[in-house]
């Protein structure tokens, strides 16, 4: 036998060796388990559902599988469960509308977890699930009616945890995507508060100090009925006195090398801040200074 016809040969009984391929599984393959979760049988639903293969279904009814798996790991308080499954069936594209109820669950049990309510063998908090879930859901369900609450909450819980630079990136999130939300007030004041938070002192960078100010005086301008008006005003002033105080520090310093025309200039700056102590100082500072030294140029002159 020649080598060609050895060669076609055993093509040929390769070829008849091979088994077809599966037809992938589709939805009407689930309708066992969804007729036993409607009896209430959740355990015999649960036990059907794991000896199938989600990856041996078509692309749609895996969308359906993660659904089903989520309902019922949820109806069995196995919410870390859930949350996969919940999070792989919005991940699967799922439409607005069948989303919703996934959409609900997930945002009560990233707040479970974010308040404590669930814990790790029953002793240990996992508030971080909880950030995460919801951070996942506002990302994956844009439209959800609960995606500006979980930036909220993730935002809240950055700034309670004094993570002012992590708050500030939040919110400012949530002011783009829903600036007409409930949550907007609050993100904007609290952003002017993250600011004033990063501010140690009289001594930080005026940067600093001018950038809470003016994030805190836009949110005054723009929230006439704002909820926390007062609070805002408080920390404008408050910020008002650091500023002022800021300019008494830097004149002391020029006055104690004998510059005395940049103590001059920075006490006038402070006192310019009616109505705060530093420019009380600043006056006082001022009655007190020389006059400017007359400069070497006229000094020399006939």
């Given amino acids: 036998m020649s080598a060609r016809v050895y060669f076609v040969l055993l093509l040929c009984g390769l070829a008849a060796c091979q088994t077809p391929e599966k037809d992938p599984l589709a939805s009407s393959d689930l309708a066992e388990v969804r007729a036993l979760m409607a009896a209430g049988e959740n355990g015999s639903a649960w036990r059907t559902l794991q000896g199938l293969e989600e990856e041996d279904f078509d692309r749609f009814a895996q969308a359906e599988y993660s659904q089903l798996a989520g309902d019922l790991a949820y109806k069995n308080g196995d919410f870390d469960l859930a949350i996969r499954n919940y999070e792989n069936f919005l991940l699967a594209g799922a439409t607005a509308q069948d989303s919703l109820q996934a959409a609900a669950r997930l945002f009560e049990m990233g707040c479970a977890y974010m308040d404590g309510e669930v814990r790790i063998l029953g002793v240990f908090s996992d508030s971080h699930r909880g950030v995460v879930t919801l951070q996942h859901l506002a990302a994956w369900?844009?439209?959800?009616?609960?995606?500006?609450?979980?930036?909220?909450?993730?935002?809240?819980?950055?700034?309670?945890?004094?993570?002012?630079?992590?708050?500030?990136?939040?919110?400012?999130?949530?002011?783009?995507?829903?600036?007409?939300?409930?949550?907007?007030?609050?993100?904007?004041?609290?952003?002017?508060?993250?600011?004033?938070?990063?501010?140690?002192?009289?001594?930080?960078?005026?940067?600093?100090?001018?950038?809470?100010?003016?994030?805190?005086?836009?949110?005054?301008?723009?929230?006439?009925?704002?909820?926390?008006?007062?609070?805002?005003?408080?920390?404008?002033?408050?910020?008002?006195?650091?500023?002022?105080?800021?300019?008494?520090?830097?004149?002391?310093?020029?006055?104690?090398?004998?510059?005395?025309?940049?103590?001059?200039?920075?006490?006038?700056?402070?006192a310019g801040r009616q109505g705060t102590s530093a420019a009380e100082t600043a006056n006082l500072r001022l009655a007190d200074l020389p006059p400017d030294p007359v400069p070497l140029d006229l000094e020399i002159q006939p």
């Fill in 141 to 270: 369900a844009p439209d959800s009616p609960y995606a500006p609450e979980c930036l909220a909450r993730v935002a809240g819980a950055a700034f309670e945890s004094n993570r002012f630079g992590e708050a500030d990136a939040d919110y400012k999130t949530l002011l783009r995507f829903y600036p007409n939300s409930e949550w907007a007030d609050l993100a904007r004041f609290r952003i002017g508060l993250c600011g004033l938070e990063r501010v140690k002192g009289p001594w930080s960078d005026p940067k600093l100090i001018a950038q809470a100010m003016n994030q805190l005086e836009t949110y005054l301008a723009q929230a006439p009925s704002g909820l926390h008006r007062e609070e805002a005003i408080e920390a404008v002033s408050h910020l008002e006195e650091l500023a002022g105080q800021h300019e008494v520090l830097v004149g002391d310093y020029y006055l104690s090398i004998g510059n005395i025309r940049g103590a001059r200039l920075h006490f006038k700056e402070a």
